[in-house]
C-alpha cells in the first residue's frame, strides 16, 4: 500500500507541475489554513448571519483546533517524512514551490482543517455542502501537487477532518438544543 501511496504521488506531484497546476494549488493550499478561513467565516458570517457567528464560531474553532491536535499526534507516532526527505536519495525530483515543512507528513494537517470546517459548515448549511466540500478537497489535493504530502496522509487528514466537523457540529447542537429547548440552524 504505501509503494503504491509513493508511486500515485510521484504520477500526481509531476502531473500537476507539467499542467500547469503548481501556481494556483500554491494558493489554494492556504485555505487548508485556519486563519485563512477566519479571514473569510467571521466576516461572511457576521454580515448573512450573526447569530450563528456567536452559536457556531466558537465551536467550529474548537474542533477544528482539537482535530489540529489530533493529527499532531498521529503525526509524531508514525514520523513519517515529507515527500521530499523520502526522495532525497533518489534522483526522483519533488515540486516544492512553496519548501517543504520541517514536520511530519502523516496525516495532513491543511487537510484536515479543511476537511473540519467543511463538514461542520455543510451541517450548518446543507445548500452550500457542495461549495464546501469542493474547497476541502481542493486543499487536500493542493497538498500533493504542491510536494508535501502523499496521498494516503491527504486521505487520512480528510477523514479525521470530516468526523471531526461532524462531531463537533453535533456536540454543539445539542449543546444549542439544551440551551434553546429548540435548535433551527
Same mark, same amino acid.
Given at each position: 500500500?504505501?509503494?503504491?501511496?509513493?508511486?500515485?504521488?510521484?504520477?500526481?506531484?509531476?502531473?500537476? +507541475?507539467? =499542467?500547469? =497546476?503548481?501556481?494556483?494549488?500554491?494558493?489554494? #493550499?492556504?485555505?487548508?489554513?485556519?486563519?485563512?478561513?477566519?479571514?473569510? $467565516?467571521? /466576516?461572511?458570517?457576521?454580515?448573512?448571519?450573526?447569530?450563528?457567528?456567536?452559536?457556531?464560531? &466558537?465551536?467550529?474553532? $474548537?474542533?477544528?483546533?482539537?482535530?489540529?491536535?489530533?493529527?499532531?499526534?498521529?503525526?509524531?507516532?508514525?514520523?513519517?517524512?515529507?515527500?521530499?526527505?523520502? +526522495? @532525497? *536519495?533518489?534522483?526522483?525530483?519533488?515540486?516544492? /514551490?512553496?519548501? #517543504?515543512?520541517?514536520?511530519?507528513?502523516?496525516?495532513?494537517?491543511? *487537510?484536515? *482543517?479543511? +476537511?473540519?470546517?467543511?463538514?461542520?459548515?455543510?451541517? !450548518?448549511?446543507?445548500?452550500?455542502? &457542495?461549495? +464546501?466540500? !469542493?474547497?476541502?478537497?481542493?486543499?487536500?489535493?493542493?497538498? $500533493?501537487? $504542491?510536494?508535501?504530502?502523499? /496521498?494516503?496522509?491527504?486521505? @487520512?487528514?480528510? !477523514?479525521?477532518?470530516?468526523?471531526?466537523?461532524? !462531531?463537533?457540529? =453535533?456536540?454543539?447542537?445539542?449543546?444549542?438544543?439544551?440551551?434553546?429547548?429548540?435548535?433551527?440552524?
Amino acid at each position: 500500500m504505501i509503494d503504491s501511496d509513493v508511486h500515485l504521488f510521484v504520477h500526481l506531484n509531476q502531473l500537476f +507541475f507539467d =499542467w500547469g =497546476w503548481t501556481r494556483f494549488f500554491a494558493f489554494v #493550499t492556504h485555505f487548508g489554513n485556519g486563519w485563512t478561513q477566519a479571514a473569510f $467565516i467571521v /466576516p461572511l458570517l457576521f454580515l448573512f448571519k450573526r447569530a450563528h457567528l456567536r452559536e457556531h464560531l &466558537p465551536a467550529l474553532v $474548537i474542533t477544528a483546533a482539537l482535530g489540529g491536535l489530533l493529527v499532531v499526534g498521529v503525526k509524531e507516532a508514525v514520523a513519517r517524512p515529507r515527500p521530499a526527505a523520502h +526522495f @532525497v *536519495t533518489s534522483s526522483q525530483q519533488v515540486h516544492t /514551490p512553496s519548501g #517543504t515543512p520541517r514536520d511530519y507528513s502523516f496525516p495532513s494537517g491543511h *487537510t484536515q *482543517t479543511a +476537511f473540519s470546517t467543511a463538514a461542520y459548515l455543510s451541517c !450548518l448549511y446543507p445548500m452550500l455542502s &457542495p461549495v +464546501f466540500l !469542493l474547497l476541502a478537497v481542493l486543499v487536500g489535493v493542493s497538498r $500533493i501537487a $504542491i510536494g508535501v504530502h502523499f /496521498p494516503l496522509d491527504v486521505l @487520512v487528514g480528510a !477523514l479525521l477532518g470530516a468526523g471531526c466537523g461532524g !462531531l463537533g457540529f =453535533w456536540v454543539n447542537r445539542r449543546r444549542l438544543a439544551k440551551r434553546n429547548h429548540s435548535f433551527t440552524p
